[in-house]
Nanobody
Framework: QVQLVESGGGLVQAGGSLRLSCVVSGRPFRDSGAGWFRQNPGEEREFVAA???????KYARSVSGRFTISRDNVKNSVFLQMNSLKPEDTAVYYC?????????????????WGQGTQVTVSS
């Protein structure tokens, strides 16, 4: 059974930083792509960042220059370092896995999802 477990969310003031982690178990991670998405109630899930099997990153325009995605194939983990956080970054953040290895912006390319972790940025 494939599991993705996120951690690292919380409450932070605007301008602060958080580091999200996602540990993958139940299938090989090295050849998979991974992404981070976020969602607020009543809104569609939004692409944040992704990294392909070869560690090439991709970012949404709204977070480019502030967020950094990375992966550790030894620890079967993907990370999202979030700096200069803004109140509009507030959302539930989800980790997702694409067994095909891509870094797609489309949520329907991802076969596996974590349970989400809340990030709240106060002004």
């Amino acid at each position: 059974q494939v599991q993705l477990v996120e951690s690292g969310g919380g409450l932070v003031q605007a301008g602060g930083s958080l580091r999200l982690s996602c540990v993958v178990s139940g299938r090989p991670f090295r050849d998979s792509g991974a992404g981070w998405f976020r969602q607020n109630p009543g809104e569609e899930r939004e692409f944040v960042a992704a990294i392909d099997w070869n560690s090439e990153p991709k970012y949404a325009r709204s977070v480019s220059g502030r967020f950094t995605i990375s992966r550790d194939n030894v620890k079967n983990s993907v990370f999202l370092q979030m700096n200069s956080l803004k109140p509009e970054d507030t959302a539930v953040y989800y980790c997702a896995l694409d067994p095909a290895g891509s870094s797609s912006r489309a949520s329907n390319r991802y076969a596996y999802w974590g349970q989400g972790t809340q990030v709240t940025v106060s002004s």
